[in-house]
C-alpha cells in the first residue's frame, strides 16, 4: 500500500509547549539563563504533523480547547493538510499545556504535562465517527487517552493499530490491549512495565521481548536510547544503532520516530528497513531546535537510508 493511496487515523492530544533550554549546566532551585520557547506539540498532533510531512494523508481525532491556542492549532493542522473535521471543542477548557526543561547540551531535564482534556476523547465521541476509523489504512492512539478509550480503539477499530506509551506512568493503560497492537514503540523503561521484567542485560532483554511478542503484538520498535533500536517482529530480531545525527533537541525526535514507522508501514518496507527508517526520521528530527524539523521529508529520509 503505497502512502498516498488512502489515509491513516490518529487518535491522541494536542498541547502548547513551552520549553527553556539552559545556557549552562543546570543548577536545581535557582533560576538559570537561556531561552524559552513555545510551540504547538502534544504527542498525537506531533505524530500527524510528522506523517504529514512524509507525505501521508492525516486525520486527527482530537479535543480542542476554545482558547487563542485552538485557533492557532486549527491554523496549522490547515496549513499542513491535516484533518481536524471529526475533532471536538470542549467549552470553557484551555488547551492542553506541555512545560518542559531542556539543559544546555538539549537533553531533557524535566517536564510537567498537563492532558486532562484528552479525558474527552471518550468511547462514546469515538462511536460517532467508526466509519471514518475503519475506513484508515492505520490508526495511531497515544496513552494520553484514558485506559477505557484505548480499550474501545482497540475491540472495535479494524486498522492496524500503532501505539506510543508516552511514558512509564501512562503505559500501563496499553498493557491490557497488547495483543491487539500491530506496532509499539516503548522505551526501556516503559518495556519494563508492560513486560514485567527488569532489563538488565541481553537475556532480560530477550526475555521482555519474547513476553510482548507473545502477547499477540505483531511489531516491536524497543528505544535503547544512545544504544540504539532493537526491532522484533515474529522470529526475527534485528538491532540498529542510531542514525547519526548533529543533535540540536532531543525533545520530538520519538514522535518522528513513530511516525516513520507507520509511513514505512504503508510503503510495505521490511522489519529492517522499517527500523532504519524510523531512526532516520529521528535523527532529522534531532537536528532542529523545534519539536518538528520541517526538514523531514519521504525524499529526506530515503536519501539518508542509502549512507
Do not use: Q
Amino acid at each position: 500500500m503505497r502512502a498516498d493511496s488512502s489515509y491513516v487515523v490518529v487518535i491522541g492530544g494536542v498541547n502548547i509547549d513551552i520549553g527553556g533550554r539552559s545556557d549552562a549546566p543546570l543548577i536545581y532551585r535557582d533560576s538559570n539563563p537561556g531561552r524559552v520557547s513555545v510551540s504547538l506539540g502534544g504527542v498525537g498532533r506531533n505524530i500527524a504533523h510528522n506523517l504529514s510531512l512524509l507525505g501521508v494523508k492525516v486525520r486527527l481525532l482530537t479535543a480542542l480547547g476554545d482558547d487563542a491556542h485552538a485557533d492557532e492549532i486549527r491554523r496549522s493542522c490547515g496549513e499542513l493538510g491535516i484533518d481536524l473535521s471529526l475533532s471536538l471543542t470542549a467549552a470553557g477548557c484551555a488547551t492542553s499545556t506541555y512545560l518542559y526543561l531542556e539543559d544546555s547540551g538539549g537533553e531533557l531535564a524535566l517536564a510537567v504535562t498537563d492532558t486532562r482534556l484528552c479525558d474527552r476523547i471518550t468511547p462514546e465521541y469515538l462511536s460517532r465517527h467508526m466509519g471514518a476509523l475503519n475506513g484508515a489504512a492505520a490508526i495511531f492512539a497515544d496513552a494520553n487517552l484514558t485506559a477505557k478509550t484505548l480499550a474501545y480503539i482497540a475491540a472495535h477499530c479494524t486498522a492496524p493499530l500503532f501505539s506510543d506509551p508516552v511514558s512509564v506512568k501512562k503505559a500501563g493503560r496499553i498493557k491490557p490491549i497488547l495483543g491487539r497492537i500491530h506496532t509499539l514503540k516503548p522505551n526501556r523503561y516503559e518495556a519494563e512495565l508492560l513486560a514485567g521484567v527488569k532489563i538488565t542485560d541481553e537475556a532480560t532483554l530477550k526475555e521482555a521481548i519474547n513476553t510482548l511478542l507473545g502477547t499477540g503484538l505483531k511489531r516491536l520498535f524497543l528505544s535503547l536510547g544512545e544504544h540504539g533500536v532493537y526491532a522484533a517482529e515474529g522470529d526475527r530480531r534485528i538491532m540498529l544503532p542510531p542514525s547519526p545525527a548533529v543533535i540540536r533537541s532531543t525533545n520530538g525526535a520519538g514522535d518522528a520516530f513513530t511516525a516513520a514507522l507507520g509511513w514505512a508501514y504503508l510503503n510495505g518496507m521490511s522489519l529492517e528497513d522499517t527500523c532504519r527508517a524510523a531512526n532516520t526520521a529521528a535523527a532529522i528530527a534531532l537536528e532542529s531546535d523545534s519539536t518538528i524539523n520541517p526538514m523531514l521529508c519521504a525524499d529526506a529520509v530515503r536519501e539518508r537510508m542509502c549512507r
